[in-house]
T-cell receptor, first 116, second 107 residues
Framework: GAGVSQTPSNKVTEKGKYVELRCDPI?????LYWYRQSLGQGPEFLIY????????DSGLPNDRFFAVRPEGSVSTLKIQRTERGDSAVYLC??????????????FGPGTRLTVL | EDKVVQSPLSLVVHEGDTVTLNCSYE??????LLWYKQEKKAPTFLFML????IEKKSGRLSSILDKKELFSILNITATQTGDSAIYLC???????FGAGTRLTVKP
C-alpha cells in the first residue's frame, strides 16, 4: 500500500512569507507526527495528533507555527512570517496508534524548506 | 532535560568490516528505544527495543538494550556499501532523536 506522502518535496520562499506543508499519512493510521530536521541533526519533534486533535504540541518553537488535521487524515503544517532559521527538512510520520505505548512510526520523504 | 547521545558521529569502514554504533539516553518517559536508518530523506525503521538484554536481529543487523546503564548498541556485521547511511536512535514519548551516526562503507 501507499506510504506517507508529503507535498511539496521542495519549497523555496522569501523571508516573511507564509507557507503550508502537507502530509498524507498511511490510510487508517490515527497518530500523525511532525518533525523538523536541520543539517547534521536528528529529527526534532514538533507536534503530534491523535485523530483530529493535537495531543502534544510542545515541540512547536513559537506561535508562528501551527498545524491542523481537520478530518483525522491529512495534516497541514503552517508557518507564518517565515525566517531564515526555519530552513530545514520537515518530516511527517504516522503510526497505527499512539495511545497504547510507542509504536513504529513510518516517515514520509519530507519537505525541504528554504527561506531566502 | 531529556537527551539522546549517539557515538561516533561518523564512521568510515571497508566492506566486510563489523561496526558497533552506540546510543545512550536520559529521558523521563521511557517506553522503548527505536533505531532508524536514513539514506536520503525518510528514516526507515530497523528495531524497537523495550526489554533489557534481549537481542533483536535482522539479517546482518542486531541490537540490544541495557536499561540499567541506559544505552543501546546497533551492530552491523559484514558491512556492504548499501549500509552507508545515517543511523538514528530515538527514545521517549514524544520521540527524541540523537544526532545520528553517519556510516560510510567503502568498497
Amino acid at each position: 500500500g501507499a506510504g506517507v506522502s508529503q507535498t511539496p518535496s521542495n519549497k523555496v520562499t522569501e523571508k516573511g512569507k507564509y507557507v503550508e506543508l502537507r502530509c498524507d499519512p498511511i490510510s487508517g493510521h490515527t497518530a500523525l507526527y511532525w518533525y523538523r530536521q536541520s543539517l547534521g541533526q536528528g529529527p526534532e519533534f514538533l507536534i503530534y495528533f491523535q485523530g483530529t486533535g493535537a495531543a502534544d504540541d510542545s515541540g512547536l518553537p513559537n506561535d508562528r507555527f501551527f498545524a491542523v488535521r481537520p478530518e483525522g487524515s491529512v495534516s497541514t503544517l503552517k508557518i507564518q512570517r517565515t525566517e531564515r532559521g526555519d530552513s530545514a527538512v520537515y518530516l511527517c510520520a504516522s503510526s497505527s496508534s499512539a495511545t497504547s505505548g510507542t509504536r513504529e512510526q513510518f516517515f514520509g520523504p519530507g519537505t525541504r524548506l528554504t527561506v531566502l | 532535560e531529556d537527551k539522546v547521545v549517539q557515538s561516533p558521529l561518523s564512521l568510515v569502514v571497508h566492506e566486510g568490516d563489523t561496526v558497533t554504533l552506540n546510543c545512550s539516553y536520559e529521558v523521563t518517559n521511557f517506553r522503548s528505544l527505536l533505531w532508524y536508518k536514513q539514506e536520503k530523506k525518510a528514516p526507515t525503521f530497523l528495531f524497537m527495543l523495550t526489554s533489557s538484554g534481549i537481542e533483536k536481529k535482522s539479517g546482518r543487523l542486531s541490537s540490544i538494550l541495557d536499561k540499567k546503564e541506559l544505552f543501546s548498541i546497533l551492530n552491523i556485521t559484514a558491512t556492504q556499501t548499501g549500509d552507508s547511511a545515517i543511523y538514528l536512535c530515538a527514545v521517549g514519548r514524544p520521540m527524541r532523536f540523537g544526532a545520528g551516526t553517519r556510516l560510510t562503507v567503502k568498497p
